[in-house]
């Protein structure tokens, strides 16, 4: 007769499943709401009934043993089982309730997403909002999370997705600025004025600034003596007079509203329709997820 599984075991199986996908006790901790000595304590545990050790553990990294690697797919789906389970349950109820855990970027998260939570909330009080922003690309489905909105090409076959808001990219800089240098009227002056680029933080490459210039889009990558890895220090570096940078219309429209920033080679500003909403296969029925798409769209 086989031995009857304990819920310790079961919860150590989905904290090793978690911690094995994301590479560490903290990134587990953070995606099942609980402390990153639960998550251990927990491991440890699972490790001491297994009679086996699952991770190697260095003060710097966390990496799974040969024994650990076999057995991470089996608890893997114990996990994307136990999530299924709790997807069914909320789709039962046709009153979007509980935690929707989104995930962002930080300039979406701010100037898309924060903006609306008050009226979303006001729709919807049973619904919490846990919003984690990063500009490294998570995996929706190994960090457990309900919803992302991103910008960009989508290479993901997993995810459902639904295109919102269309965006421009469009340079600008600070009146000052162009009081005191005539502005550019083609692309190719930039290289006669002070600029300021974007390395992504996920790369390390510099943002290449498309524009349109007649039927084509060509891209420049400015030498520029100020370059920053998030582009909400691209917005107030030029806004202080640090020359012409470029950023997304949902960005830069507060500043231009109040008079911080002015569009600069608008003419050759180019559109884009590439934010998008995405979400796993399993919340596919999610009330709060449709509920928080249906938002999206509507105030966007």
């Known amino acids: 007769m086989k031995e009857q ?68 797919e089996r608890a893997l789906r114990l996990l994307h089982d136990a999530e299924d389970i709790e997807q069914a349950a909320k789709a039962v109820r046709t009153e979007p309730a509980g935690t929707l855990r989104i995930a962002a970027s930080l300039p979406i998260g701010l100037h898309i997403i924060a903006p609306l939570l008050p009226r979303f909330r006001s729709l919807y009080p049973k619904v919490n909002i846990d919003l984690r922003l990063s500009d490294h690309i998570v995996d929706l489905i190994e960090g457990g999370f309900d919803l992302a909105v991103r910008i960009g090409d989508l290479s ?32 190719d002056q930039l290289e006669e004025h002070q600029t300021v680029n974007l390395r992504y933080q996920s790369s390390g490459q510099l943002f290449r600034w498309p524009f349109r210039v007649g039927d084509r889009e060509v891209e420049i990558v400015p030498s520029c003596a100020i370059i920053v890895d998030a582009s909400e220090a691209v917005i107030a570096a030029i806004a202080a007079g640090a020359g012409i940078g470029m950023a997304t219309s949902f960005m830069a429209s507060a500043w231009v509203s109040r008079g911080a920033l002015v569009p600069v080679l608008a003419n050759y500003a180019v559109n884009r329709h590439d934010i998008t909403a995405l979400w796993p296969e399993s919340r596919r029925s999610n009330p709060a997820v449709r509920a928080f798409v249906d938002t999206l769209v509507e105030l966007s």
């Open 5 to 72: 599984i304990g819920i310790d075991r079961l919860t150590g199986l989905i904290a090793f499943a978690r911690a094995g996908s994301l590479g560490s006790y903290t990134a587990a901790a953070r995606s099942l709401s609980i402390s990153p000595s639960a998550v251990s304590k927990s491991i440890q545990r699972l490790e001491k009934q297994l009679g086996v050790s699952l991770f190697a553990r260095t003060t710097r990294s966390l990496t799974l043993t040969a024994e650990g690697h076999d057995l991470h």
């Open 156 to 187: 993901d076959s997993r995810l459902l997705s639904r295109r919102l808001l269309p965006h421009r990219l469009c340079c600008y800089a600070s009146p000052e600025y162009v009081a005191r240098r005539s502005p550019p009227t083609h692309p």
